[in-house]
């Protein structure tokens, strides 16, 4: 499975960004999402979504950001809204594949100035 993702940029703080990840591969998905790192930290989960379109959230982007897709599980998306200088970070799509493992996107980097 490879991801691509785009979309990040430069934003100010109370604007919004809408990220997109592309999935393809000839093997199956259960679910995609988003995590994030911010450099001397550990990465975080943001979130996440099923082919049965159930979706998770971190608690800080918790009604901020919402996570969108396809049912096929081809193309994810995460709207994220409100945005605040701590949501900076690279974001980086990934995959977790029905066959097991976790596939992951190059990462793309958002920028929040406050």
């Known amino acids: 499975v490879q991801l691509q993702a785009s979309g990040g940029g430069l934003v100010q703080a109370g604007g919004s960004l809408r990220l997109s990840c592309a999935v393809s591969g000839v093997f199956s998905v259960k679910s995609l999402g988003w995590y994030r790192q911010v450099p001397g930290k550990q990465r975080e989960l943001v979130a996440t979504m099923t082919g049965r379109g159930t979706t998770n959230y971190a608690g800080a982007v918790r009604g901020r950001f919402e996570i969108t897709g396809d049912n096929a599980l081809k193309m994810v998306y995460l709207q994220m809204n409100s945005l605040k200088p701590e949501d900076a970070g690279v974001y980086y799509c990934?995959?977790?594949?029905?066959?097991?493992?976790?596939?992951w996107g190059q990462g793309t980097l958002v920028t929040v100035s406050s």
């Open positions: 990934f995959a977790d594949n029905i066959g097991g493992g976790t596939s």
